[in-house]
Every structure is written in C-alpha cells, then in structure tokens.
C-alpha cells in the first residue's frame, strides 16, 4: 500500500492538534486550579512533618538524631600527623 505525502501530513497535523488540545487543557485545568493545588500540597507536606498530628504529640524529633551507641572521645593533644598551621 502506497502513502502519498498528504495522506502523512493530515495525520501528523491531527496528532500535532491533539497533542496541542491536551497541552491546552491541562495547563488551564493548574491554572485554574493553582490555589486548590497548592493548598493541598502544603497540607500534605504540614502532615507529613507533624506526623498526622496537628500540634502536639510529636512522637519523632531531636531525640531520633541521637546516636544510640556511645562514641569514645578523641584523643587529647594529638594532631592525627597532619601539620598546624603557624605552629601551635
């Protein structure tokens, strides 16, 4: 079967114009949605930091960045080798 040249470009010109139609329409569907939009992703990032509770119980903190093994100190007056400057 032969495909002549205006058999090709009516079909790339309807999936350009479709294409086009839903570029068109999701971006007026974010654009007239925007303020809904960024409501609900504020709500969902306020949630997920609280941990679903709104402003109290916070079961998650400072104590989870604790390390839960003691760390020997490190040794006094050592250097680790490498030089100071100004010779202190």
Same mark, same amino acid.
């Given at each position: #079967?032969?495909?002549?040249? +205006?058999?090709?470009? +009516? !079909? ?6 479709? *294409? ?7 971006? *007026?569907?974010?654009? %007239? ?16 930091? #609280? =941990? ?8 998650? =903190? !400072? +104590?989870? %960045? !604790?390390?839960?093994?003691?760390? !020997?100190?490190?040794?006094?007056? *050592?250097? #680790? ?8």
């Amino acid at each position: #079967m032969k495909f002549k040249f +205006n058999d090709i470009a +009516n !079909a790339i010109s309807i999936v350009s114009g479709v *294409s086009l139609a839903g570029i068109i329409g999701v971006g *007026s569907y974010v654009y %007239l949605n925007k303020d809904v939009i960024i409501d609900d992703i504020k709500d969902a990032a306020i949630e997920s930091v #609280m =941990g679903g509770a709104a402003g109290g119980a916070l079961g998650i =903190g !400072a +104590n989870d %960045l !604790a390390s839960p093994v003691p760390q !020997a100190a490190a040794p006094k007056g *050592s250097s #680790m080798g490498l030089p100071v400057p100004g010779g202190f």
